[in-house]
């Protein structure tokens, strides 16, 4: 199934795809939830109901002029867990800067997200920002609590993907030492451009990844390559720490960002990122 935020006159509403790549509301189909995070919560409860719903209504659908697709999640429910270094290419090409070589366990930290970024939304190019970069993620959306769960739990715990840019202040990233304030500006994480459930995706751990700027690959990879597994990282974030369901998790970025070039380049106005994982889609943001 794949779930989207869409906005209708100003209004939002949670969609789903029909079999013909329609979207339709889950109000039309009976089906009434406030927002994507009560969906998300009440997911086991509902998917059902709105598979038959569907079946039912399988010629329904809006013409794609009249909606836009929004985050999926517009606001998440806590702050956006991350993993740093999660793939050896984006460790050996960022050496110079900051040596994880000699790592042995995952790296956490978290992004505040007061509202994500939509899948064509601006990324700010703020005056106090002078090496931005971007960094094209896997997300995961957990469907219910978390604690103490093994990594063998873990998967009945999670909704599906969605596709995450990271995006990065890297002057104030190293700046402040901890990477908080660097990973959560406004509108420094565009999210989309719908969450694939996890029976639709299969093998989250063999898609394709990959990160354009202005048409020009960046980032080419594949989620095979992750050093912690999604099921790995949310059973250990999940010992002694309660993961809420809704909450996000972005994975970690390949090698192919714009600090690891030789020498770095980074985004500047007008400049359009776009990036993309198999069996989810595609999100394409300009810096303006």
């Not at 005056?127 to 469907?143: M, R, T």
């Not at 890297?170 to 990973?183: A, D, E, T």
Request: proline letters at 3%; one cysteine or more; charged letters at 25%.
């Amino acid at each position: 199934m794949r779930l989207y935020t869409i906005e209708v006159n100003d209004k939002a509403y949670v969609a789903v795809e029909n079999k013909n790549k329609k979207l339709v509301t889950l109000d039309f189909l009976g089906i009434h939830v406030n927002d994507m995070n009560e969906l998300i919560v009440r997911y086991d409860e509902l998917c059902d109901a709105i598979r038959k719903a569907l079946a039912v209504n399988e010629n329904a659908g809006m013409e794609a002029g009249e909606y836009r697709i929004k985050a999926p999640v517009p606001v998440p429910i806590q702050d956006m867990v991350c993993l740093g270094v999660n793939y050896h290419d984006h460790i050996k090409e960022t050496v110079d800067v900051l040596d994880f070589t000699k790592k042995k366990d995952a790296v956490y930290f978290s992004k505040r997200v007061n509202r994500a970024n939509d899948p064509d939304g601006i990324i700010p190019a703020y005056d106090f920002v002078d090496s931005l970069d971007y960094e094209a993620e896997l997300g995961v959306i957990l469907k219910k609590d978390a604690f103490n769960i093994s990594i063998e739990e873990a998967a009945t715990h999670i909704l599906g993907y969605t596709i995450i840019n990271d995006v990065s202040a890297r002057n104030l990233q190293f700046k402040h030492q901890q990477w908080y304030r660097g990973k959560s500006l406004d509108g420094y994480t565009p999210m989309g451009p719908c969450i694939v459930t996890a029976d639709e995706i299969g093998d989250a751990h063999d898609l394709a990844i990959s990160c354009y700027v202005n048409d020009e690959k960046r980032q080419e990879s594949n989620t095979k390559y992750m050093i912690t597994t999604v099921e790995e990282a949310v059973s250990e974030l999940s010992q002694g720490m309660t993961l809420k369901a809704g909450t996000v998790i972005a994975t970690g970025t390949p090698g192919g960002v714009g600090m690891g070039m030789k020498p770095p380049v980074f985004l500047k106005e007008k400049d359009v990122v776009r990036c993309e994982i198999e069996g989810i889609g595609s999100l394409s943001n300009t810096v303006g």
